[in-house]
């Protein structure tokens, strides 16, 4: 019975072992599969994938920044430069919550649950966060912010670390095995700040040249830059060994420019001042240029910004139209003031010209022999082009002296500045005449000057071309009134009349050197074409300096004038007749005032263009606005730059003081101004004080001493500092002056030459600035 009952059983054990000694070989079979499969996968199908992998957990890849390339200026000033500097990244995954002791363990049951884990790395996260702060000087929160999140694997702390404290928090990740990157980067600083800003330009967050030089020799002052292929430990260290690659960077070349500091900083000192106390709303421009080579000696726009904060807008008046607003508003008018205080408004505004641009249909009228400098043009006060226009009317010349100036020859039409005679010139010329003239002097194309965003002049928008010229636009466009150009245009065209001819090319880097000081390029001085001839040019000259006229009374360019310097120039008044009549008026129009002056114009050397848009001061002629400005700047670079006077336009012996605290006079009062009149006289002068009117001046009014003088202004304050007199006896003539000079004194000599005996003050006699003392000067030099 139990035997019969046994059989049964056993045959459905052996049945049932069978099939799981079955199932268990499927099972195996399929492992092993998958296991193949997995192997085949990542052996053969995701091999490189894998590597790649392997090779980013195992080896540390870093890109190893170049120092950028400086920018000099043409004495050798560090106008640009990049110092070595670190950034801080971090790998927030790798941040885990400090391990548990086996006590710790056992206390919670032998399991943690998340909850608790995450408080925990959080407390950690939090200790890091507090370290750093201390040691980066920021808020600790902040990097908290940017810590906490352990799904990231990659998040930036700091950039522009210094040395010391990137080595603190070098040690700080590995002593608590952190994942933090220390990189080295670049840090661009600008050592003068707010100086030549738009020329210049400025860095990106992201590390490349923006706006300006930065941006346009971008390629040349970057640089390659390096890697470094290492083993890499846990937290992201290198591990010592002889596996590590090198690629060295290559760091940038640099720049020298033809742009020089000192003429740089005195165009942006008048330029400044020129814009504060003529209420100028839409900025103003100076240029200094080598008429003969194109180089740029100087380019400043003003108001302008700080390239070593370039978001902050510096300008009060436009920073104010950001209050009150939000949201995207905000975020328009920022990005509109900001893109617009970038700007060099000399090569991305176009302008127009006025009266400067008859420098050009003169030389055209002259060179194309449509006429002599001896044919005359008569100005009967108005003219009419078509019958049934508008008649043109000759302007206020600046003296409150309305034009009717009769018969003129070529060179008074220049220095009334007659608008009806220069209409006729362009109309015996003709437009197919007077346009090739125009094209010749590159008003239909860019400068191609060495900076970037320069304006594209374009026909229908900035200027008539010949076939769709009519008779009012040629009229128009002959007084610099129905054309726009770039105030970059406006200098090379007026290099061209004085040069020769000439039409050079503007550029503003000299060289180009490497690291190592050798020079890469030279940028050769280039001329594109011969737009007149040499005697066109010569009478152009001539009649220029007519407009400056010494300092005549009268002469419209008079306010320009430097005594014992042969000046020539061309002062443009333009009204803004696109924008419509300003508000509340119907015939009254925002203005352009400016001036152009060539220095010596009897052998030109240096151009000085200026000009201010939308001035709202009592006058608003360039005459009056610009013409002082060109002035003041020529009064100090001309001597800067070795550019000699000449003795028979000199003062010589004692000469009367101007009055220059005059207040029945306010243009007297403001400090400009004064030294304006001083230039005339062949004062030297010294403004003492940051303020704008003159309070005191030394030596006073109605003092005679001796010509060539400095007059001492000052601003700040009526009361008149005292100096002590230094011991001059025994120098030489020319030593003694200049010893006293240095220390804020006059001297007189009884002779040029020969060696101080005696000197009318002790020394170290305590005497007001500006005094004169006089030296008895005896024998030859010793």
């Known amino acids: 019975m139990n035997k019969d009952n046994n059989e049964p059983r056993s045959g459905v054990d052996r049945s049932i072992k069978l099939r799981s000694w079955t199932l268990l070989g499927l099972f195996l079979v399929a492992g092993c599969g998958l296991l193949i499969w997995r192997l085949y996968t990542w052996q053969i199908l995701r091999h490189d994938a894998m590597l790649e992998a392997a090779a980013s957990q195992q080896m540390k890849d870093m890109t190893i920044t170049p120092q950028r390339g400086q920018i000099y200026d043409a004495t050798g000033k560090v106008l640009a430069k990049s110092s070595i500097v670190w950034t801080i990244t971090a790998d927030p995954s790798q941040i885990k919550a400090p391990s548990l002791s086996k006590e710790e363990l056992e206390a919670m049951g032998g399991t943690e649950s998340d909850e608790s884990k995450a408080q925990r790395r959080a407390t950690r996260v939090q200790t890091i966060a507090n370290d750093l702060a201390a040691m980066l000087e920021m808020d600790a929160q902040e990097l908290y912010d940017k810590l906490i999140d352990g799904s990231k694997q990659y998040v930036l702390l700091a950039k522009q670390v210094d040395k010391p404290v990137a080595d603190e928090i070098s040690q700080y990740a590995s002593d608590n095995k952190l994942t933090i990157i220390v990189s080295q980067d670049t840090k661009r600083e600008y050592p003068f700040g707010a100086f030549a800003a738009s020329v210049l330009g400025f860095m990106h967050a992201d590390g490349y040249g923006f706006y300006g030089l930065e941006q346009y020799y971008e390629e040349v002052l970057a640089g390659t830059p390096g890697r470094l292929v290492s083993q890499r430990t846990p937290t992201g260290g290198e591990v010592a060994n002889d596996d590590r690659v090198l690629y060295e960077a290559q760091d940038g070349d640099s720049l020298i420019l033809t742009l020089d500091a000192e003429i740089q900083a005195i165009a942006e000192k008048y330029l400044e001042n020129s814009v504060k106390v003529n209420n100028v709303t839409e900025r103003g421009v100076v240029i200094v240029m080598d008429v003969n080579t194109g180089a740029i ?382 230039n005339k006289k062949g004062f030297a002068h010294r403004r003492v004080g940051t303020g704008d009117l003159v309070l005191a001046q030394s030596p006073a009014a109605g003092e005679k001493v001796p010509a060539g003088s400095t007059v001492y202004l000052f601003t700040d304050s009526a009361d008149i500092p005292n100096v002590p007199v230094p011991n001059v006896v025994g120098k030489s003539a020319a030593l003694a002056k200049q010893i006293l000079t240095a220390a804020g004194l006059n001297a007189s000599l009884s002779a040029e030459e020969g060696t101080v005996t005696a000197q009318s003050t002790a020394e170290n006699t305590e005497v007001k600035m500006g005094t004169v003392i006089t030296l008895t000067v005896t024998g030859a030099e010793g």
């Open 297 to 678: 000696l100087a380019m400043a726009t003003k108001p302008d910004f700080d390239p070593n904060d370039p978001m902050t807008i510096y300008d009060p008046e436009r920073a104010a139209l950001l209050e009150g607003l939000d949201g995207e508003e905000y975020t328009k008018v920022q990005g509109e003031e900001r893109q617009r205080q970038w700007k060099n408004k000399t090569i991305t505004d176009l302008y127009t010209p006025g009266s400067v641009f008859k420098l050009i249909t003169t030389s055209a009228l002259l060179d194309s022999g449509t006429a002599t400098v001896n044919s005359t043009f008569n100005c009967t006060g108005s003219y009419t082009v078509l019958p049934g226009t508008k008649p043109y009317s000759c302007a206020d010349n600046g003296f409150g002296v309305k034009g009717v100036h009769g018969w003129q020859d070529l060179g008074t039409v220049l220095a009334n500045s007659c608008n009806i005679a220069t209409i006729q010139e362009a109309l015996l010329m003709g437009k197919d005449t007077f346009f090739d003239y125009y094209t010749a002097f590159g008003f239909t194309e860019p400068t191609d000057i060495d900076l970037p965003a320069e304006q594209y002049p374009r026909e229908g928008v900035s200027y008539h071309g010949v076939d769709t010229m009519s008779v009012i636009d040629l009229a128009s466009t002959s007084f610099g009134q129905a054309q726009k150009v770039t105030p970059i245009q406006m200098a090379t065209a007026v290099c061209a009349v004085v040069n020769g001819g000439y039409l050079v090319q503007p550029h503003i880097v000299s060289k180009i050197v490497d690291p190592e000081g050798n020079v890469v390029e030279e940028i050769e001085p280039s001329a594109k074409r011969q737009v007149i001839s040499e005697e066109t040019s010569a009478a152009l000259r001539v009649m220029m300096e007519g407009v400056v006229d010494n300092g005549a009374d009268g002469a419209s360019g008079r306010n320009a004038y430097v005594a014992g310097y042969h000046i020539g120039g061309k002062s443009g008044t333009s009204e803004k007749l696109d924008q419509g009549p300003k508000e509340g008026t119907t015939d009254e129009y925002e203005k352009v005032s400016s001036f152009v002056g060539v220095v010596p114009i009897d052998d030109p050397q240096i151009l000085v263009l200026a000009f201010v848009d939308e001035p709202h001061a009592e006058t608003e002629f360039g005459s009056m606005l610009s013409a002082p400005l060109v002035g003041n700047i020529i009064s100090e670079v001309a001597p800067y730059l070795g550019i000699e006077t000449d003795p028979a336009l000199l003062p010589t012996g004692n000469v009367t003081v101007p009055n220059l605290v005059n207040p029945t006079n306010p243009s007297y009062q403001q400090w400009d101004m004064a030294q304006v009149e001083l």
